[in-house]
């Protein structure tokens, strides 16, 4: 009984610190969930006469991947998203970050081009306006331009199975859009 | 002794190499937006390295969000209106100082909240001694007292006898 305290306390102290050790400290929750997605009026990558808005992309749910050539990061990801483009169901959109065209379309000409689109973003405002802090980073916009997830970090098979594959096919099932 | 002062001259110049390349080129002719600017960068957490504000980070992400700082100060926007522009993109995260709400309620309150119960225990043990010390001693004790006392004063005696 003199013993119960203390024990009590531990027990509590344990159970706190080992949730504190599972948890990744540099996931940031994004503020922008269930906000409508910036404007922004920027040009393709591959044709800087070609301008794209928001608008361009409503209509239909959206994989929106951030991505940069010196992202290293983004190379360990680029084969699921080669692999997930030959779906034409799914339509991922990129988002040039911080890059120069000739870098970036080397890229792709090189390891493959999963994008349907790509907008090109070399100062890096739309990715500001996106709360963007660690390339590459993937966000889910849906048909009316609201963003839905935010994933930070490279994709892996796992996170799409279970995140992002389940709320694409909940945003096209919906009715009326 | 002449290497102890070599490791200290390379000491300094890594120590001033590294406030060196903390780039503050962004200078506004006005001292007032200078403060406000200086101000604001150490009232802002850089995302990639977290432990650092934005004052303090060489991260890309700094240097951009210091030129938007900057861009803002000149801009004459207000504090208030600077901070609401970063968290609607970051989040509270961004801020140095959270702001009490339901998530960070435990944060600002805990350490009150444990200085209480803190005091409430260190009264209750105060209480209990004196309590102990002004009770007598029932007739038990005291004959346990009085052996305890008696056999000490044996032992004691015992190494000169």
Redesign the interface.
């Known amino acids: 009984m003199k013993y119960l305290a203390p024990v009590a306390i531990f027990g509590v102290l344990l159970v706190v610190l080992w949730v504190g050790l599972k948890l990744d400290?540099?996931y940031?929750?994004?503020?922008?969930i269930d906000h409508p997605a910036p404007e922004f009026s920027l040009s393709a990558l591959d044709d800087a006469n070609h301008v794209l808005t928001k608008t361009s992309f409503h209509g239909r749910p959206i994989v929106l991947n951030v991505w940069s050539s010196w992202c290293s990061a983004c190379r360990t990801e680029h084969p699921l998203l080669v692999a997930l483009s030959r779906d034409t169901a799914i339509e991922i959109v990129g988002l040039n970050y911080?890059d120069t065209r000739e870098d970036a379309q080397r890229n792709l000409a090189d390891h493959g081009n999963p994008y349907r689109q790509n907008i090109f973003d070399p100062a890096?405002k739309l990715g500001?306006?996106?709360?963007v802090?660690?390339v590459p980073e993937t966000f889910v916009i849906d048909a009316e331009g609201v963003i839905r997830h935010k994933q930070v970090g490279p994709l892996t098979p796992e996170i799409w199975q279970q995140e992002i594959a389940p709320l694409l096919a909940k945003l096209k099932g919906r009715p009326g859009v | 002794m002449c290497k102890g002062a070599r490791g200290w001259a390379g000491l300094l110049l890594l120590v001033a190499s590294l406030a060196y390349a903390i780039d503050r080129p962004l200078n506004f002719g006005d001292p007032a937006q200078q403060a406000r600017y200086e101000a604001l960068l150490h009232e802002l957490r850089c995302l990639v390295c977290q432990n650092q504000t934005l004052a303090d980070s060489e991260a890309d992400l700094a240097q951009d969000l210091r030129g938007e700082v900057y861009r803002m100060v000149s801009a004459q926007m207000d504090d208030p209106a600077i901070i609401a522009f970063m968290v609607k993109r970051y989040g509270d995260f961004v801020l140095y100082r959270p702001p009490v709400q339901r998530t960070t309620v435990s944060l600002w309150y805990a350490p009150a909240f444990l200085l209480v119960i803190m005091v409430l225990v260190w009264r209750r043990v105060q209480q209990a001694s004196a309590l102990a010390l002004q009770t007598p001693l029932t007739a038990q004790e005291q004959a346990r007292l009085a052996s305890i006392m008696a056999s000490g004063t044996a032992a004691s005696k015992t190494p000169e006898a």
């Open positions: 400290p540099h940031v929750p994004s503020p922008l911080k890096g500001l306006d996106l709360g802090y660690g």
